[in-house]
């Protein structure tokens, strides 16, 4: 690593000019937690780590450490590379991995029209469930597909929604939300895709079916995804 930095390529400084740098559209946004976690660090150690920027002063690593160095006004040690490109932005930021959240912020933000109107559906279900349905349950409700790890298919390129799909079973998640127990989330991630993959079973779901599974214990019963489906399944098919 030392060789590495003391090559012509990366060049090492320090600054309270906070206004030289720049931020990289797509980057991810701040996380509170991860940013409350490295604050604390921050202040007791100081910034052991430089944030890595490129020959514009476009921040690809350390966007958390240099928005607390603005906040304590520290100094602020920083790399310029000119070897990093913001393909590979998510690769650099290795101390807490990229999420599907974060690979869909960055695509829609450089105008993927699919990330867009992902995002602007998650987020509205999200305040309409006052926050039970997740930003990210949501993305994978959209995806039009059965796989759970999204963020693979985002960065590949190769993910794809299905509106007309996700709304028939969002609309099913707020008929089981008529069951009265507190334990029971209708909008958990696990009971999302629960419902999904009987719709995609049954070739549609009938919600007056559904609205009968609302008064079964099941729905708190199984934590294990693979027996809430067949259970779901198996009385779904009673009903006449």
Request: hydrophobic share 30%.
């Amino acid at each position: 690593m030392f060789n590495f930095l003391k090559s012509k390529k990366m060049k090492i400084k320090f600054t309270k000019d906070y206004k030289i740098f720049n931020d990289v559209i797509g980057n991810r946004n701040i996380d509170r937690k991860n940013r409350a976690r490295l604050k604390k660090s921050i202040e007791i150690y100081g910034i052991q780590q430089p944030i890595l920027v490129n020959e514009n002063n476009s921040i690809h690593d350390g966007k958390h450490r240099f928005d607390i160095a603005k906040e304590l006004g520290i100094t602020v040690p920083y790399v310029i590379s000119s070897i990093t490109n913001e393909d590979i932005i998510d690769q650099l930021q290795i101390s807490k991995r990229w999420s599907a959240l974060d690979y869909c912020n960055k695509k829609a933000e450089k105008g993927c029209d699919i990330c867009i109107t992902a995002l602007e559906i998650s987020e509205k279900w999200y305040k309409e469930t006052n926050g039970k349905f997740s930003i990210i349950n949501g993305l994978t409700l959209l995806n039009d597909g059965h796989g759970n790890n999204i963020g693979i298919l985002l960065q590949n390129n190769s993910y794809k929604i299905n509106i007309d799909n996700a709304n028939r079973i969002y609309k099913a998640l707020h008929i089981l939300k008529e069951n009265q127990n507190k334990r029971f989330n209708p909008f958990s991630a696990t009971n999302s895709r629960t419902i999904k993959r009987l719709d995609a079973k049954v070739g549609g779901l009938n919600y007056k079916k559904i609205k009968k599974l609302t008064q079964k214990n099941y729905l708190i019963g199984y934590s294990n995804e693979k027996d809430h489906y067949n259970y779901l399944y198996d009385l779904y098919k009673k009903y006449k």
